[in-house]
């Protein structure tokens, strides 16, 4: 599809070089979406145009802006469609998918576009690369990795913008339930796994 090639470019020049969203995050989404979608039987274009698009503005998640990236992103997303002869009906498919995406914005996507995209962007914060995220995005916030004297919130609430292992509590071992597609749930399920298994290991080690 020869406009999802020309929104890629465009897409590259305007990520920046955060590791956890960067471009390799959503070629990473960009794979998981193609993959749900043609098991789900989706309008595979649009799925992958919301995902090329889905973080396009991404505050830093340090910033009070935090949990307005995907509406931004959503804003930015149809004037950028409209210069590849993207129909109104799709540009609103699109930008709706990438507006309900987000865990933040605590929506379930109206649309079975949008309920792809953002089981695609959930599973890239699950498994191997979920973990490296994590820890990507609080080496960059200068956060320790866990409270001494309560690393896995036994008796506290998690505070993920204080401890990077309270993110696993606070959200990633909540996706799995939260997931939208039948193939999504199956691998959020083994990609949960490589969570527990982690911070069994982890919790051997301290």
Not at 86 to 95: L, M, R, T
Not at 146 to 173: M, Q, S, V
């Amino acid at each position: 599809m020869k406009e999802l090639e020309l929104i890629k470019n465009e897409v590259i020049g305007i990520m920046d070089n955060d590791p956890a969203h960067d471009f390799e995050h959503i070629m990473r989404v960009y794979h998981n979406a193609e993959k749900i979608a043609k098991k789900e039987k989706a309008n595979q274009k649009l799925v992958l145009a919301a995902a090329l698009l889905h973080d396009i503005v991404s505050y830093p998640k340090s910033s009070k802006l935090s949990k307005f990236s995907s509406i931004e992103s959503a804003k930015k997303s149809k004037s950028i469609l409209k210069k590849y002869n993207f129909s109104n009906e799709d540009i609103s498919i699109i930008s709706d998918a990438i507006e309900d995406h987000s865990f933040s914005q605590n929506k379930i996507p109206r649309t079975i576009e949008g309920q792809i995209l953002q089981d695609a962007d959930r599973l890239d914060a699950l498994g191997a690369i979920g973990i490296a995220r994590v820890f990507a995005t609080s080496g960059s916030l200068n956060r320790p990795f866990y409270k001494i004297d309560d690393p896995f919130c036994d008796e506290r609430t998690p505070d993920d913008n204080r401890w990077a292992i309270d993110h696993f509590f606070n959200k990633l071992l909540k996706l799995e339930s939260l997931m939208n597609t039948k193939s999504g749930k199956i691998e959020a399920k083994k990609r949960t796994k490589v969570l527990k298994i982690f911070l069994q290991q982890f919790k051997s080690e301290i």
